[in-house]
T-cell receptor, first 112, second 109 residues
Framework: IAGITQAPTSQILAAGRRMTLRCTQDMRHNAMYWYRQDLGLGLRLIHY???????GKGEVPDGYSVSRANTDDFPLTLASAVPSQTSVYFC???????????FGEGSRLTVL | GQNIDQPTEMTATEGAIVQINCTYQTSGFNGLFWYQQHAGEAPTFLSYNVLDGLEEKGRFSSFLSRSKGYSYLLLKELQMKDSASYLCAVRDGDYKLSFGAGTTVTVRA
């Protein structure tokens, strides 16, 4: 089934640990995004990539890094997790920077 | 960045009409989107406006006034399955998409 796959679906992590959330899409979309969703705050953009090989910072990039080595994959890394990074993380993609976003099913991360 | 405001909650009766307003301030504008999100699920695309006016898609319509920084989503003939959160999102001059906090709509029988 075409779409966006995120892994893991859910994870509990000790503070200070390194964690990578994986995101893969098979729609050959150029643009990809990482958002976090917290109650009352909505979706906030962490990092984005308009095309393979380029990345940009969103609204809340601190503590996170991304890479876009190819069109399909856009991993999000937390170098040293902190409790405030407890959230639901959504990866999304769009055909072009102007297009609608398609979302993955989300990764629920709890940092203790 | 963007400042996107929408009501937190709305309640309506099955079969009725509900209008969800969204106001925004943005540096540059490249379109306004509405998404639907059921509890525990990913957001799904509902509508897109880039020019002023009304876009109709079945029971859902979306309106945009760029000069007023205003949009609304109109849900007609409400059904129980329409109970969800509705997210207003604005694409800025750098093509980044920012979301409002969402409006939770509860449909009652």
């Amino acid at each position: 089934i075409a779409g966006i796959t995120q892994a893991p679906t859910s994870q509990i992590l000790a503070a200070g640990r390194r964690m990578t959330l994986r995101c893969t899409q098979d729609m050959r979309h150029n643009a990809m995004y990482w958002y976090r969703q917290d109650l009352g705050l909505g979706l906030r953009l962490i990092h984005y990539s308009n095309t393979a090989g380029t990345t940009g910072k969103g609204e809340v990039p601190d503590g996170y890094s991304v890479s876009r080595a190819n069109t399909d994959d856009f991993p999000l890394t937390l170098a040293s997790a902190v409790p405030s990074q407890t959230s639901v993380y959504f990866c999304a993609s769009s055909k072009a920077a102007t297009g609608e976003l398609f979302f993955g099913e989300g990764s629920r991360l709890t940092v203790l | 960045g963007q400042n996107i405001d929408q009501p937190t909650e709305m309640t309506a009766t099955e079969g009725a009409i509900v209008q969800i307003n969204c106001t925004y301030q943005t540096s540059g504008f490249n379109g306004l989107f509405w998404y639907q999100q059921h509890a525990g699920e990913a957001p799904t695309f509902l509508s897109y406006n880039v020019l002023d006016g009304l876009e109709e898609k079945g029971r859902f319509s979306s309106f945009l006034s760029r000069s007023k920084g205003y949009s609304y989503l109109l849900l007609k003939e409400l059904q129980m399955k329409d109970s969800a959160s509705y997210l207003c999102a604005v694409r800025d001059g750098d093509y980044k998409l920012s979301f409002g906090a969402g409006t939770t709509v509860t449909v009652r029988a």
